[in-house]
């Protein structure tokens, strides 16, 4: 149970601290404004040098753990990607005009894969003698 809800939370600081990154990705800045966080742009430089990677770090150990725990192939392979693709993103990739694109594209990836953890969660591993 733990480790669903630290997913959560990797998944859920993620978003956060891109929606106050309104200057490096212009689509959750504009999200931000409509939902009244615009006042999350104060902290920007905390939120893509600290916060980002530090959640985005919480949600990957914690999805290599369960991954590790349930043995699910590509639902391991799919709850890795995420978290690997915003750290790329953020640190060797950030000077490709695509890498915007490939954060949007992870982050919802990560939006994705906590749902389906929800709705729809993988069963505990059977031990056959």
């Known amino acids: 149970m733990i ?3 630290l997913d959560k939370v990797g998944s859920g600081g993620v978003w956060l601290a891109a929606l106050s990154c309104t200057a490096c990705f212009p689509a959750l800045g504009s999200l931000a404004s409509a939902l009244g966080l615009g006042f999350l742009s104060h902290f920007e430089g905390i939120a893509v040098n600290t916060v980002l990677p530090l959640f985005a770090s919480l949600a990957l150990l914690v999805n290599l753990y369960n991954w590790y725990q349930y043995k699910n192939l590509i639902r391991g392979i799919l709850s890795v990607i995420g978290p690997i693709a915003v750290l790329l ?11 915007t694109y490939l954060f949007y594209f992870s982050i919802t990836l990560m939006v994705v894969m906590s ?3 929800i709705v ?6 059977v031990c056959k003698l």
């Open 3 to 5: 480790n669903k809800l």
């Open 115 to 117: 749902i389906t953890d």
């Open 89 to 99: 993103t953020l640190y060797p990739l950030w000077q490709y005009e695509w890498s």
């Open 120 to 125: 729809k969660p993988v069963r505990e591993p």
